[in-house]
């Protein structure tokens, strides 16, 4: 009896097994949380994407009522084309080509949605990093700025041609590489074109000398001690002992722009003053037609040529 018993219960487990691992079947072949079907929303196929461009994915799901958070993945089959989060969907394109998005069912891969995705460089936008370009030079003409190195367009990775337009070609002209070449002194527009596109930008250009921006002279003569005389004082500031500075200035010669201190010198024949004997290798030298009347203070400026810089150089007088 008992082991009728015993062979029934067996029975009973064999025929309830292969129900029971077959319900497992159904829902392991149903996916995560039992969803049966997945499907992208809203994205053509193929869906065309620019170099650099986002995208949010949004997708359906059946049952509805199950939910897709945390049930649902995203996949790119080539992610130097397009990468995408595997649980937001968010996409981004990341090179020229083409590649598949899937959106599959956690623990069900064969339930998924695919979509091809093309991606191409097409250029969106172009600016100048700048509106606004000083060149300065010395010798004309020169040609050394690439202006292609000041040109921005999104995206980034885009690959393009550019057609430079220049305002005054008797100031610049920009070759077809954006090589900007210095014709003249003065300002212009140059507009770049991205080929096969409306994209276009300007930058304004002046092209100015490099001028003379300081004068030193040695210690000694600023200030300068001078006694009275009853003949033409000169002086020689030795060109040597004066540095001009920036070195590559267009124009360093100096002149004696101005003197004051009519009331320390006189003279009978001539009024009191300062002028530039000459310039040449010993220096600059001053000649102060003048003889004190007294004890004070008098200046003499000396300006760059190019009246780019000056120096005050204070003389006092004293009694002999």
Not at 162 to 183: K, R
Request: proline share 5%; hydrophobic share 45%.
């Amino acid at each position: 009896m008992k082991y009728i018993t015993k062979l029934l219960a067996l029975l009973a487990l064999a025929v309830a097994a292969p129900l029971f691992f077959s319900c497992g079947d159904d829902e392991k072949g149903g996916g995560s949380a039992g969803l049966t079907g997945v499907e992208i929303q809203d994205v053509a196929n193929p869906l065309e994407l620019t170099v650099g461009e986002v995208l949010v994915v949004d997708i359906t799901t059946a049952p509805v009522n199950l939910g897709k958070d945390g049930n649902v993945k995203f996949s790119s089959s080539n992610k130097k084309v397009f990468t995408v989060t595997e649980r937001e969907g968010h996409i981004k394109a990341t090179g020229a080509g083409e590649a598949v998005l899937t959106a599959s069912v956690v623990g069900a891969p064969d339930i998924r949605s695919e979509r091809r995705v093309v991606v191409t460089d097409k250029v969106l936008d172009v600016v100048w990093t700048t509106p606004e370009l000083t060149i300065r030079r010395n010798i004309l003409p020169a040609a050394d700025v690439n202006l292609k190195n000041y040109l921005r367009v999104t995206p980034e990775e885009a690959s393009f041609d550019v057609v430079f337009e220049t305002q005054y070609d008797t100031i610049a002209t920009v070759d077809e590489e954006g090589v900007f070449s210095v014709v003249g002194y003065g300002e212009t527009d140059v507009t770049a074109t991205v080929v096969g596109t409306s994209f276009s930008a300007t930058i304004h250009l002046k092209i100015t000398p490099v001028l003379v921006e300081e004068i030193i002279v040695p210690a000694n003569w600023d200030p300068m001690d001078t006694t009275a005389r009853t003949t033409f004082l000169q002086l020689t500031l030795p060109i040597p002992n004066i540095t001009v500075l920036p070195a590559d200035a267009k124009n360093k010669t100096l002149r004696v722009a101005s003197w004051t201190g009519d009331n320390i010198w006189q003279n009978a024949s001539y009024a009191p003053r300062i002028r530039q004997v000459g310039l040449n290798l010993f220096g600059i030298m001053f000649r102060i037609a003048a003889v004190p009347a007294g004890v004070g203070t008098a200046t003499i400026v000396i300006e760059s040529e190019d009246g780019g810089a000056q120096k005050v150089i204070t003389v006092i007088s004293k009694a002999p």
